[in-house]
C-alpha cells in the first residue's frame, strides 16, 4: 500500500476541504489515489449533507441581483445553521452566484431552480456538495425575479449584510431616477408595507382589524353611530400605515412614498428578512455535553 503522505493529505484538503482525519480516511481506503479519494469525500459528504438537511437553517443571507440595465432583477433568501457561516466567503459567493443566476434564467419555482444545471452539474448537487465542504445544513429558502419589458427600473436594497433586502419594481423611472428608487427600496425595508396601494390589501386583513378595533370601542360604551365612526377612522389609518404610497416617507416625514415618487408608479416589491417565520431551536449545550457524555 502507498504510504499516505503529509503533501497527499494537504493536497486533498485543498482540493474538497475535507478535514484531516477524513482525507487521511479517504486516502486509505483508496490506496493513496487521489482522484478516487475526492470521490470518496464527495460520496461520504453527500451522505452527510442529508444528515444535515433536518436540521435548523435560520441563519444566511438575502442576497439581490440587479442587471446593467435595470431591466431585471432577483432576490435571494439562502440559510445556514449559524451566522458564523453565514460570513463565510464561499458562502456568500454561491449565494450571490445563484442570485444572478435567478435573474438571468429565471425558474417557475424552488424545484426547477435545483434541477437546472449549474457550474458544470445542477443546483441541488453543488448546493449538496456545499453542505458536505462547510459542515452545516445550507438551503435555499426562497426567491422572486423581476423582469421590466417596457419603460421601468429595478433596483435593490440590502440592510445590515444581508439580514433585510429589497427588490421593487418602479414603472416610468429610468435611470436618471436611480436614486429615488434606491430610496424607495429602502423605505420598503424599514417600513415594511403589506402592499403597494389599498385595491391590494387583503379584504381578510381589513376584516380581521376591523374585528379587533370594534371590539375596543365596544368597551367605551359609546353610542353605536359613535363606534362606528371610531372604526371607520382607525381601519383608515390602518390603511394609511400598511400601503406603502400612502405611508409617510422615512426620510422625510413631511411627504409620503406617492409625492416622493411623483408620477411614478411602484408596479410590485418583494422584502425578505432573514429568517422569518422559521422556528429556531433553543440550544442547550449543557445538556448536549451530558448526551455526549452518556451521563
Known sequence: MAEITASLVKELREKTGAGMMDCKKALAAVECDIEKAIDFLRTKGLADAAKKSGRVAAEGIVAAYVSDDAKAGAIVEVNSETDFVAKNEEFVAFANGICRFISENKPADLDALLAMPYEGSTVEKVLADKVAKIGENIK?????HFDVKGEGFVDAYIHMGGKIGVLVEVEGASKSDAETVRDVALHICAANPLCV???QLDPAVLEHEKGIYLEKAKESGKPAQIIEK????????FKQEV????Q?????????VASVLSGKTVTRFVRFQLGEGIEKKTEDFAEEVRKQAGL
Open 243 to 246: 400601503c406603502l404610497v400612502s
Open 230 to 237: 371610531i372604526v371607520e377612522g382607525q381601519i383608515n389609518k
Open 197 to 199: 396601494c389599498e385595491s
Open 248 to 256: 409617510k416617507f422615512v426620510k422625510n416625514p413631511d411627504e409620503t
Open 140 to 144: 435555499i429558502r426562497r426567491f422572486a
